[in-house]
């Protein structure tokens, strides 16, 4: 099976997020629970891309755990972003 549009336009829609979570990363604006939430997140849409056209329930596999994992360090940061941010300085 081809690949859609739409899975191609989010590999680069999240190809160009990654530069600026990384440099938010670098100033300590973002926890790095956020960037590897990213990451695995990127590697998700990689995944999906690839199943198309090799190994499909492998590919497919490996697309829903990354998505998986993005979703649990997406929730971690959010918690220390929370957490930070109730914190008395």
Same mark, same amino acid.
Do not use: C
């Given at each position: ?10 590999? /680069?829609?999240?190809? /160009? ?16 629970? !956020?960037?590897? +939430? ?13 199943? +198309? ?7 497919? !596999? ?5 998505? !998986? ?21």
């Amino acid at each position: 099976m081809p690949i859609q549009e739409s899975e191609g336009i989010t590999l /680069i829609l999240g190809l /160009i997020a990654a530069p600026i979570a990384l440099r938010l990363f670098r100033a300590g604006a973002l926890p790095g629970a !956020a960037l590897a +939430g990213l990451g695995f997140l990127l590697g998700a849409y990689v995944f999906t891309i690839v199943e +198309g056209f090799v190994l499909r329930p492998l590919f497919d !596999a490996l697309e829903h755990v990354s998505l !998986a994992a993005s979703g649990v360090a997406f929730a971690i940061a959010a918690a220390r972003i929370a957490r930070s941010r109730t914190e008395p300085t």
